[in-house]
């Protein structure tokens, strides 16, 4: 008797564990595909025939993302059928011989899985991209890259941003290496709005209408911003109310959408 009531309940439990684990893989599964999918903060080029041109930024890689992100720019011309998404990599140094790469692509895609935040947008502007463009040739460390203190990806983006300072763009605190100035000691601050000093983006001060002051150490940047009242941490981020950076009407995608993190 005991064998054959222990027969069917191994038989049970054996039933009951697989589909536990055949459970377990699929949600594993639709956890990925979430976070791998694009999370609809770009809106459709073919819905959408006015240039476009957004700034995203994602945590980094493995142990750096506890202290940065990485930052790309997307350009949609007028009547264009996609993006181009530009962004500096040390890959792309090493597969290219150029730190900055150029991908068609949908750019509000996750970086290596980590959720984009969308940092500025602007559209209607054809000129803008004709700026930010001409920026990009413009760029000096096509043959240099280090994650830190820079010149980097958010070293990239910062100088897109000098350049065309219509885009407002406030980089976060945890944009390490959006201070870095190479041999310079003073520039406008990354938004291309008020002043900055900064030693090689290891010891600085920046002082503007958009950032509002900020203090960086070692590449760790602390603030506040009395504009938009917020402090500003390193690990961290911004703490308090948030600037909308120029964003238009929110692109195509459902009411409820998301938030923010090279």
Known sequence: MRNGTQIPSIGLTSTALARALAFGDATLRSRRKERLEPHRLAPDPALTPEPVVQVYGARCLHWRRYFSIHTWIALKPA????????EVTSASLRRRGSTVAVRKRRPDAPWFGNPPELLAEKRGDGTLIERIESAIHEYRYTQRYIAWPGPNSNTFIAHLARAVPELGLNL??????????GARLFSTAPSGDGVQFSLFGLVGLLASRVEGLEINVLG???????????????????????RSNGFSAKPDMPASSSEAAG
């Open 220 to 242: 760790l940047s602390f603030g506040i911003d009395p504009f938009v009242p917020a402090v500003k941490l390193p690990m961290i981020g911004r703490l308090g109310l948030t």
């Open 79 to 86: 009547g264009a059928r996609g993006y181009a998404v530009y």
């Open 172 to 181: 976060p605190c945890t944009a390490i290496g959006k201070d870095y100035l």
